[in-house]
């Protein structure tokens, strides 16, 4: 009789290590789908300058929020999980910069100059472990 107790407790306990993998593995997707949705809105879309200095300030605080570290340079450095980068390709001069720069010389400058200035993302990456968004890469489409 204690054979098949100690039996059925341990199948209890393998069902239930497995529930709880499963579990946790369906709320990191779910997590990941609905962090990504804010993100991918952006993908292949033109926007202002306006709304891209708004997304810098956003992936910024995200980053914070996440305690992404900053490398010596002051860019925030792949962690793997959370971290969000994002650079802009200007065509006035043909350079890319970091949204660190840009946020760090101040978004409402950047406003000043780029507010109707048109810009497209054309590429966005994710992170292999959690598949939340790692990178985006915005291009200058317009002048004026």
């Known amino acids: 009789m204690k054979k098949i107790i100690i039996f059925f407790v341990i199948i209890l306990i393998i069902v239930a290590g ?5 579990l946790n593995y369906k709320a990191t997707v779910n997590q990941a789908k609905t962090a990504n ?3 991918e809105a952006y993908k292949d879309k033109e926007i202002f300058g306006t709304d891209l200095a708004t997304l810098i300030n956003k992936v910024t605080d995200s980053n914070i929020k996440n305690e992404v570290e900053k490398d010596d340079k002051g860019l925030y450095i792949d962690n793997g999980e959370d971290s969000i980068r994002i650079d802009i390709k200007f065509t006035d001069d043909d350079t890319v910069h970091s949204m660190e720069e840009i946020y760090d010389s101040g978004t409402t400058t950047f406003m000043q100059y780029y507010n109707q200035i048109r810009f497209k993302c054309s590429n966005i990456e994710y992170h292999e472990k959690t598949g939340k968004v790692s ?7 317009s002048t004026n």
């Not at 990178?135 to 489409?141: D, K, L, N, T």
Request: glycine residues 0%; proline residues 0%; hydrophobic residues 40%.
């Open 18 to 22: 497995v529930s709880y993998i499963y």
């Open 37 to 39: 949705v804010d993100y």
């Open 135 to 141: 990178y985006m890469y915005f291009e200058q489409i």
